[in-house]
């Protein structure tokens, strides 16, 4: 089990006996499956309360829904934090369609940090076990753990960014089609076809990644963004806020972030993910994505 923090406010208005019923939805973006009850203490501007909360799963994996509760007040502003365990025993790292956001600013030619072993030419460019390579090697085996019903897009970025167009004409395809026929996988020919060069502007990637989002149609509470960079926001400075809480609180879309390298910055990713990790050896991420489904 796991625990999380969600906080919301609830402006609420005096009524007879310092009482006041409310209904309140709060989203959640780990998945829960299993109804489940909590009991909080909330803070009323110095004063004590406690809210006994109904909570009920709604759905497969996000919304929470508090039934009209009774909350004693004293003033008509309460600032509430609910801890929630996870109902799930789910350990699958992706949730529905999913987006590969791939770092291929000009660093991702640079040599990746502390492989054990080689990774080699991923994309056919000349140089090997570079950062670039290590990131198609990790998509790559992240692509083979999917479910072959989703759909997964494509967004690199570098000074600008834009989801890939796939031989079927559209930015998203299913993790095993050959379109092309060429008898490799259309996502892994996109993975292969990669170069460097660029900044390493995360506003473009996240707003590339918002319309990949609405392409593939993918609903609220279906789909996965997986960010990997191996660097700060360029141009300095970067502020998307904006982006995040499009993709997370409007899309409803489960945001990951992984930085590859020394040269990636967590606090920068943490914007993006709260939960982000930084692999200095790049193998271990690419252990992780081969095993994202298991």
Do not use: H
């Amino acid at each position: 089990m796991n625990e999380f923090l969600f906080e919301f406010e609830k402006a609420l208005t005096s009524v007879a006996n310092n009482k006041a019923n409310f209904d309140v939805d709060v989203d959640i973006d780990k998945e829960v499956d299993k109804a489940t009850t909590i009991l909080q203490t909330v803070d009323l501007t110095g004063n004590s309360a406690i809210l006994f909360a109904d909570v009920e799963a709604v759905g497969e994996n996000t919304e929470v829904e508090v039934d009209t509760s009774i909350l004693t007040i004293a003033d008509e502003l309460s600032s509430i934090s609910i801890f929630a365990e996870s109902a799930s025993d789910s350990d699958d790292l992706i949730v529905g369609d999913v987006v590969f956001v791939i770092d291929t600013s000009s660093s991702t030619g640079s040599p990746a940090q502390d492989i054990i072993d080689s990774v080699g030419d991923q994309n056919s460019d000349g140089i090997s076990d570079s950062i670039l390579d290590a990131e198609i090697l990790a998509f790559t085996e992240l692509n083979d753990t999917l479910d072959p019903d989703i759909k997964v897009s494509i967004v690199p970025f570098s000074s600008s960014a834009s989801p890939v167009v796939f031989p079927n004409g559209l930015t998203f395809t299913s993790p095993d089609s050959d379109d092309d026929t060429s008898g490799v996988s259309d996502i892994v020919e996109a993975l292969q076809s990669l170069s460097f060069g660029g900044l390493t502007n995360y506003v473009a990637a996240l707003e590339a990644t918002s319309n990949a989002v609405v392409a593939a149609g993918t609903l609220p509470n279906d789909g996965t963004i997986v960010f990997v960079s191996d660097g700060e926001p360029m141009p300095a400075p970067q502020n998307f806020t904006n982006e995040v809480n499009e993709l997370r609180d409007v899309l409803g879309q489960k945001l990951l972030a992984f930085g590859v390298g020394s040269g990636s910055l967590l606090p920068d990713l943490q914007m993006i993910d709260p939960g982000a990790q930084q692999f200095i050896e790049v193998q271990d991420l690419i252990d992780l994505f081969a095993s994202a489904q298991a």
